[in-house]
T-cell receptor, first 112, second 114 residues
Framework: SQQGEEDPQALSIQEGENATMNCSYK?????LQWYRQNSGRGLVHLIL?????REKHSGRLRVTLDTSKKSSSLLITASRAADTASYFC????????????FGQGTTLQVKP | DTAVSQTPKYLVTQMGNDKSIKCEQN?????MYWYKQDSKKFLKIMFS???????INETVPNRFSPKSPDKAHLNLHINSLELGDSAVYFC?????????????FGPGTRLTVL
């Protein structure tokens, strides 16, 4: 069964605005990761947040994790047209197999 | 230099055929994965190998058989292709499955079964 569910499924904003995407999951996790996928390309890792962390920053990205609510959010500040892509959360559980379970993604369109 | 490469990028074939997709990584990683992404962009793990040993084998029809000749390569062979196999297949790698680190993805192979 699908672990992560993302909200919204699609988001359209103007360049310069902030974009917030949410991810909910069902089981306990070791860490949660966010990936970006440009159209027709592979996924690119953006940021990893461990279960004992609450917030993490990387450039214009800010990720939060609330393990009590089993949810995470990805904030992209001062968005650019180049941020147009699909964004996926992926959870890593307690197994030592490296298995990631992906959400269905949020498609972000940033209009110039 | 391409970190994770896949060939071919596009594959169009008839139902019932057998086809293979190749994957190579030059990152020195120990673990490699195959994912399937459907038309709704849902990405699901299929297989994973760590140092040539199969460690993840999800509920995948046995028409799909992965093969890892060495830890830098993980190929996917599909027998008796069906319409429902049409999807984009991604190969990925990571340092070590036992560590919780990021995965590096290849560009994908778009398989179309007619």
């Amino acid at each position: 069964s699908q672990q992560g569910e993302e909200d919204p499924q699609a988001l359209s904003i103007q360049e310069g605005e902030n974009a917030t995407m949410n991810c909910s999951y069902k089981t306990s996790i070791n860490n949660l990761q966010w990936y970006r996928q440009n159209s027709g390309r592979g996924l690119v890792h953006l940021i990893l947040i461990r279960s004992n962390e609450r917030e993490k920053h990387s450039g214009r990205l800010r990720v939060t994790l609330d393990t009590s609510k089993k949810s995470s959010s990805l904030l992209i500040t001062a968005s650019r047209a180049a941020d147009t892509a699909s964004y996926f959360c992926a959870t890593h559980g307690s197994s030592n197999t490296g298995k990631l379970i992906f959400g269905q993604g949020t498609t972000l369109q940033v209009k110039p | 230099d391409t970190a994770v490469s896949q060939t071919p990028k596009y594959l169009v074939t008839q139902m019932g055929n057998d086809k293979s997709i190749k994957c190579e990584q030059n990152l020195g990683h120990d673990t490699m994965y195959w994912y399937k992404q459907d038309s709704k962009k849902f990405l699901k793990i299929m297989f994973s190998y760590n140092n040539k040993e199969l460690i993840i084998n999800e509920t995948v029809p046995n028409r799909f058989s992965p093969k890892s000749p060495d830890k830098a390569h993980l190929n996917l062979h599909i027998n008796s292709l069906e319409l429902g196999d049409s999807a984009v297949y991604f190969c990925a790698s990571s340092h070590d499955a036992r560590r919780t680190n990021e995965q590096f993805f290849g560009p994908g192979t778009r398989l179309t079964v007619l």
